[in-house]
């Protein structure tokens, strides 16, 4: 496979992400998910994965928290740089996905549409002694296990609908419904009537609840 930045860089990256990660939530009070919300909200993920040689080898881990933050537009006090990291379970989670992202060529969204930074930072305790590639081995089982959910359960879920109640408004048969959303029953084949029963019922169009 062919990486986008040469492996030259890739220690760097992971110790500076690590240190990003550490400095965002136990300097800055800035919870893991939403430091990497705003790392990709601000286009700096993009950067990193691109291996933009000032994002990924020439900040240190507080210079990228503080650019991540000045781009973001929030006005944000910030602490005394770090100059020391201890191996923390954040660090570990910054520095492991920042091999993961670099070694599978995925971006960052598309990792975390499967598993969250959060997610990945509960596996500290069994997994941060493992090599990198016994965690990308892992993580690709955990994500391939990870069932993705049909996008009419998350309108309905959006909705704040059961299935009964779901049922109920649209008129469509409740076991049907069910079905649809385990998957069971492929909706992209369901009548004309049960799809505009369903988007009329969510306030979505009908092209919405097709996977």
């Known amino acids: 496979m062919i990486h986008a930045y040469d492996e030259k860089y890739l220690n760097d990256a992971m110790r500076n992400l690590g240190e990003a990660v550490d400095y965002a939530v136990n300097a800055c009070n800035i919870p893991i998910d939403a430091f990497f ?3 990709i909200a601000t286009g700096i993920s993009s950067q990193f994965e691109t291996g933009t040689p000032k994002i990924v080898s020439g900040m240190s881990g507080t210079e990228l928290v503080e650019d991540v933050i000045r781009k973001s537009g929030f006005k944000r006090v910030f602490h005394d ?3 020391e990291y201890e191996y923390s379970s954040e660090y570990w989670c910054g520095y492991i996905i920042a091999y993961y992202q670099w070694i599978t060529g995925k971006s960052f969204n598309e990792i975390f549409q499967k598993i969250t930074p959060s997610e990945i930072e509960h596996l500290y305790p069994t997994l941060h002694e493992a090599s990198e590639d016994k965690f990308v081995d892992i993580m690709n089982s955990i994500i391939d296990n990870k069932k ?12 704040n609908y059961s299935q009964r109640e779901l049922s109920e408004k649209s008129g469509v048969n409740l076991r049907t419904l069910q079905q649809y959303e385990a998957g069971s029953k492929d909706i992209n084949k369901a009548a004309s009537l049960t799809l505009l029963q369903l988007s009329r019922a969510l306030g979505c169009r009908m092209e919405d609840l097709m996977d």
Not at 151 to 157: I, V
């Open 148 to 159: 993705t959910p049909t996008k009419l359960q998350t309108l309905r879920k959006n909705c």
């Open 37 to 39: 919300e705003l790392f």
């Open 81 to 83: 740089p770090q100059i």
